[in-house]
């Protein structure tokens, strides 16, 4: 599969054996939104519920983390993935939490293939398709994850790029909070950015009909903000989610050498050690 998946093209794959579709809807912190609630009342036919907020390792002070090898493996099989397995990945959430999802099958090598639902259930509803509610009985998997942590980059990783400068840093947050204007969600952190970042806030990726932007449109977009094509890149946001957005659309461009930081914000911006930058990109 590529990436992205239409709407058409998921709807008529809908019941085949090997298709697994998996909802990541995920709300920020403070959003009077209930994604499983949502699921429960309204979802693709077949889907079932990721639960991506709870899928973290309990054991880090930064939140939202990569789990455990162990915790990805139960909770992919109990959603019935199979190491054969094409999964397609979707939301219903301002923040385009697919993209996350997706990037965790792809780094925990999950399934035979891993897609995201172009433009997720808003598009899907827009276009009259159906929808179901409740949950159903789902046959366990049989799937292994084995995190590949070359596809991840760490706050020791950030240190050493700030000094090598090896790899460009594009920051998916709104642009208040990448220059220091607004003020950061969670109370005690710091604002602004790491320093020698690029800003494309995550909304700017997506057409009016929450499809992602591509092609020309997409490139320009990024070479409006400075963006160095020819350089690797590593993509950062407050948590971890938006900044897969980034790295999606960048490898629907063929850009491959492309990583993510997983504490992003969360984790810079609560430690007063690492340096910081407010205003404008640099």
């Given amino acids: 599969m590529d990436i992205l998946v239409s709407t058409d093209w998921l709807a008529g794959e809908i019941g085949k054996r090997d298709l697994v579709i998996l909802d990541a809807s995920l709300f920020l912190p403070g959003t009077p939104r209930d994604p499983r609630a949502e699921f429960d009342a309204a979802h693709i036919p077949?889907?079932?519920f990721m639960d991506l907020p709870?899928?973290?390792?309990?054991a880090d002070p930064v939140p939202?983390?990569?789990?455990p090898d162990a915790l990805m493996t139960q909770r992919m099989q109990a959603l019935g993935v199979n190491a054969d397995s094409r999964i397609v990945v979707y939301d219903n959430s301002p923040t385009h939490s697919a993209a996350r999802g997706w990037w965790m099958m792809r780094v925990y090598g999950l399934g035979a293939s891993a897609a995201i639902l172009d433009g997720g259930l808003p598009k899907w509803l827009a276009e009259g398709r159906p929808v179901e509610s409740g949950t159903h009985a789902i046959a366990p998997g049989n799937t292994v994850a084995r995190l590949d942590r070359t596809q991840v980059r760490s706050k020791a990783d950030i240190l050493a790029n700030l000094d090598s400068g090896t790899a460009q840093l594009l920051d998916a947050r709104g642009a208040g909070r990448f220059t220091g204007a607004e003020a950061e969600p969670r109370p005690g952190?710091?604002?602004?950015?790491?320093?020698?970042s690029r800003n494309i806030p995550s909304s700017a990726?997506?057409?009016a009909d929450n499809s992602l932007k591509q092609g020309e449109e997409l490139r320009q977009l990024l070479?409006?903000?400075?963006?160095?094509?020819?350089?690797p890149i590593i993509t950062t946001?407050?948590?971890?989610v938006t900044a897969a957005i980034i790295l999606a659309a960048l490898e629907t461009l063929g850009k491959n050498d492309v990583s993510l930081y997983d504490g992003s914000w969360s984790e810079w911006g609560f430690d007063p050690a690492t340096p910081k930058a407010t205003g404008p990109a640099a």
């Fill in 189 to 196: 952190m710091a604002s602004g950015h790491i320093p020698g």
């Fill in 64 to 67: 939202g983390q990569l789990p």
């Fill in 237 to 240: 946001c407050g948590s971890g």
């Fill in 205 to 207: 990726f997506f057409a």
């Fill in 54 to 58: 709870s899928l973290s390792d309990p």
């Fill in 223 to 231: 070479l409006d903000a400075g963006t160095d094509l020819g350089r």
């Fill in 46 to 48: 077949g889907a079932a």
